[in-house]
Each structure stands twice: as structure tokens, then as C-alpha cells.
């Protein structure tokens, strides 16, 4: 099990930039990615952007490719979502989740990711 605590979110103006950053704690598995997802009012949660934690690689799905830059820093167990040029569709509740199952890495599939964060609500408005 992996505990973790989302923080950075807030109210922003479209092109604005947030910081979102996901703390780990309470490690007791094994876990093998970090991912971003997020969920619109009335939408589906969607995979967002993901690392691996054994070389670093990154994913992203394509509304975010470019604007949207994921990191971590290993000593600290975080892992950051730095997001610029922001929309009002990237208006969500932003959660990370630690991939527990042992597949490949950054799918964005669900079942994979054994440990959530609370959430964390972004909102792009002007």
C-alpha cells in the first residue's frame, strides 16, 4: 500500500499556471508508476500523464502533450505535475495514483492503480 497526499491546486485564469504535487508515504509495497488523472463534472476519470518508476519515462495523453510536464523527485518520493497554458477545460478534480500491479508501466488503466489521492480541484476560469 502506498498512502498519498495531493497538493497545488486552486482557481487560475485560462493561460495560467499550477503546480500540482503528489507527496508518497507509508510505503509498503511495491509500486511501479505514478500517474495523473482527472475527472470533469459529469465526465469519466481519465488518465492524464504518468512516470515510471524504474527509468523515469513519461506519458501523456494528448490534450495535455505539451502544456502538461510530469517530474519526480525520488529522494523526496514526490512526483510533480507542473501544467501551463491552462483551459477552462482542464477544469477537474486532479488525483494521483501509485500503479500497484506489476504490468507494464503507464497504461492509465485503471485496476492497475491500487493507491489514490484524495483529489485535489483545478479550476480554469476567467
Do not use: H
Not at 486552486?10 to 511501479?32: E, H, K, M, N
Not at 523526496?76 to 482542464?90: H, Y
Amino acid at each position: 500500500q502506498v498512502q498519498l497526499v495531493e497538493s497545488g491546486g486552486g482557481l487560475v485564469q485560462p493561460g495560467g499556471s499550477l503546480r500540482l504535487s503528489c507527496a508518497a508515504s507509508a510505503i509498503t509495497s511495491d509500486y511501479y508508476a505514478v500517474g495523473w488523472f482527472r475527472q470533469a463534472p459529469g465526465k469519466a476519470r481519465e488518465g492524464i500523464s504518468c512516470i515510471s518508476r524504474s527509468d523515469g519515462s513519461t506519458y501523456y495523453e494528448d490534450s495535455v502533450k505539451g502544456r502538461f510536464t510530469i517530474s519526480r523527485d525520488k529522494s523526496k518520493n514526490t512526483v510533480t505535475l507542473q501544467m501551463n497554458s491552462l483551459k477552462p477545460e482542464d477544469t477537474a478534480v486532479y488525483y494521483c495514483a501509485a500503479q500497484t500491479v506489476a504490468t507494464i508501466p503507464c497504461l492509465f488503466y485503471e485496476p492497475d492503480f491500487g493507491s489514490w489521492g484524495q483529489g485535489t480541484q483545478v479550476t480554469v476560469s476567467s
